[in-house]
């Protein structure tokens, strides 16, 4: 399986961006999906994330902001982004985890929020 985010780029403070991650080759069963980010200098931190059968958790930092969605047809999660702030700036991975715990990454992708 291969993951390609899409969506990144430059926005203004309190613009909005829309993050898509589509698993293509995609033949296993889904347990878990993940938002990620990684700032430079620093780790990677959780964002979001939407169980496979249905739970849905976000950051506190996010909460209220970022809204993480999925359509399993289309084998795509998406991560709609409001009220971007400059500290949102970070390259966004998404991760799909299987049902025997397999973890897949994405090669990320830069958002840049300026202010």
């Known amino acids: 399986v291969q993951l390609v985010e899409s969506g990144g780029g430059s926005v203004q403070a309190g613009g909005s961006l829309r993050l898509s991650c589509v698993a293509l080759g995609r033949t296993f069963e889904i347990n878990y999906i993940g938002w990620y980010r990684q700032a430079p200098g620093k780790q990677r931190e959780f964002v979001a994330g939407?169980?496979?059968?249905?739970?849905?958790s976000y950051a506190d930092s996010v909460k209220g902001r970022f809204i993480i969605s999925s359509d399993i047809a289309k084998d795509t999660v998406y991560l709609q982004m409001n009220s971007l702030k400059p500290e949102d700036t970070a390259v966004y991975f998404c991760n799909w985890v299987t049902t025997f715990l397999e973890g897949h990454w994405g090669q990320g992708t830069q958002v840049t929020v300026f202010s």
């Open positions: 939407i169980a496979g059968s249905g739970p849905i």
